[in-house]
């Protein structure tokens, strides 16, 4: 089946950059997406991308799209101690089909 | 506006024995979809419902079955219990069917199979 890996812990200094990266395998995505979830708590759409763009920009984040290679990454500019999360990335492939998939997720732990 | 609720948030059970999950969407939303979330799988889809008809199936066996009824809620049945059934189940709801790029998720259940 279709693949999204991620790796598993990055670890960054409070008012630096996080940069999350993700690949995935299913060149028919149409979607591509990023989710939060903090200890104890579901879910939360940070943002998404459609697969004929290349960059999404919404306030401290930015999502870069390099559809050849496949790979997809996360900027949080300014991480904030609240940002210490868990950070999904997902895609839903074309062809009429939705059913998404999931990486595994990567620990965004964020130090003073 | 009130968020996803799930209900119970946590739940132990014995192995075959059964287990029923409630999700109420935010008010308007006709679609929910149900996630199982583990340390060994990570997050997996298992079904979306709209308008009272499942529209997508993930690959999970005959056990893992739902309905949603005409106010949108929805409920998940997990039939004869297996320990690796344990996971936290995740409801997440949006306006429309296919719309995982604005669905609201709620906190999920965690059931305990013992």
């Known amino acids: 089946g279709e693949d999204v890996e991620q790796s598993l812990f990055l670890s960054v200094r409070e008012g630096d950059s996080s940069v999350i990266n993700c690949t995935y395998t299913?060149?028919?995505?149409?979607?591509l997406y990023w989710y939060k979830q903090e200890p104890g708590a579901g879910l939360q759409l940070l943002t998404y991308?459609?697969?004929?763009?290349d960059m999404k920009q919404d306030q401290r984040l930015t999502v870069l799209l390099n559809k050849k290679d496949k790979h997809l990454s996360l900027r949080i500019a300014d991480t904030q101690t609240g940002d210490s999360a868990i950070y999904f990335c997902a895609e839903t492939p074309g062809g009429g089909s939705y059913i998404p998939t999931f990486g595994r997720g990567t620990s965004l732990i964020v130090h003073p | 506006k009130a968020g996803v609720t799930q209900t119970p948030r946590y739940l132990i059970k014995t192995r075959g024995q059964q287990v029923t999950l409630s999700c109420s969407p935010i008010?308007?939303?006709?679609?929910v979809s149900w996630y199982q979330q583990t340390p060994g799988q990570g997050l997996q889809f298992l079904f979306e419902?709209?308008?009272?008809?499942?529209?997508n199936k993930g690959n999970f066996p005959g056990r893992f079955s739902g309905r949603q009824f005409s106010n949108s809620r929805s409920e998940m049945n997990v039939s004869t219990l297996e320990l690796g059934d344990s996971a936290l189940y995740l409801c997440a709801s949006s306006l429309g069917r296919n719309s995982f790029n604005e669905q609201f998720f709620g906190p999920g259940t965690r059931l305990t199979v013992l």
């Open positions: 299913d060149s028919s995505s149409t979607y």
């Open positions: 991308i459609f697969s004929n763009m």
């Open positions: 008010s308007g939303h006709r679609s």
């Open positions: 419902y709209f308008s009272e008809t499942q529209r």
